[in-house]
């Protein structure tokens, strides 16, 4: 039963557009939801996050937007940049479990 | 700062071997995760430990165990390896405090390979 998930394998964009990507969820519980992007041969790297009692969380070129009701969260990128190629993975945590649960990943490709 | 150090980086066993994996948490993070990447399976959860004591674990075998030192730092364990086992294990810390950001540090993992 996969709680987390990121329909898209894959998704490929044009430097300087913007990319968008998205994770669903099923668990009521999970209040707190992350963004983490990884490059072959090294670990995730966390990017971003928001918790449960927000909307929308904003770092520089990237934003988290979360839609409780839905279920539904996205992650967007203005603007692309050809370093941003890599596998993003969305997490979530809830209550007093500390561990995330992560999606699948979606690899994002930037094209120059 | 020292990043989440894992040793080794890759690693080659037998099937019905045991494997060792170490990982350094950031000095000062009490809160040391594991996770298994597959390809078909993504990052999954496999045990947490905070200040000694396993607080979390997921849905994995007994032949895969863990234990944490005093000075935080963490090894797994995979005993009776089998050729599913092949894998990137990620170990990740946190500072583990309650009211803190649950931004996790990862590092670049341990690939093990059963054949």
């Known amino acids: 039963d996969q709680q987390v998930k990121q329909n898209s394998p894959s998704l490929s964009v044009q430097e300087g557009r913007i990319s968008i990507l998205n994770c669903d969820y099923t668990?009521?519980?999970?209040?707190?939801f992350l963004w983490y992007k990884k490059y072959p041969a090294e670990g995730p790297t966390f990017l971003i996050s928001?918790?449960?009692?927000?909307d929308k969380n904003e770092d520089g070129r990237f934003t988290v937007f979360l839609n409780k009701s839905a279920k539904h969260l996205s992650l967007h990128i203005v603007p692309s940049q050809p370093g941003d190629s890599a596998v993003y993975f969305c997490?979530?945590?809830?209550?007093?479990?500390?561990?995330?649960?992560f999606g699948k990943g979606t690899l994002l490709t930037v094209n120059p | 700062k020292a990043g989440v150090t894992q040793t080794p980086r890759y690693l080659i066993k037998t099937r019905g071997q045991q494997v060792t994996l170490s990982c350094s948490p950031i000095?000062?993070?009490?809160?040391v995760s594991w996770y298994q990447q597959t390809p078909g399976q993504g990052l999954q959860f496999l045990f947490e430990?905070?200040?000694?004591?396993?607080?979390n674990k997921g849905n994995f075998p007994g032949r895969f165990s863990g234990r944490q030192f005093s000075n935080s730092r963490s090894e797994m364990n995979v005993s009776t390896l089998e050729l599913g086992d092949s894998a990137l294990y990620l170990c990740?810390?946190?500072?583990?405090?309650?009211?803190?950001?649950?931004?996790?540090?990862f590092g670049s993992g341990t690939r093990l390979t059963v054949v």
């Open positions: 990740a810390s946190r500072a583990g405090s309650l009211l803190e950001n649950y931004g996790y540090t």
């Open positions: 668990n009521s519980m999970f209040d707190y």
């Open positions: 928001i918790s449960s009692i927000k």
């Open positions: 997490a979530a945590s809830g209550g007093s479990n500390y561990k995330l649960t």
């Open positions: 000095s000062g993070h009490r809160s």
């Open positions: 430990y905070f200040s000694e004591t396993q607080r």
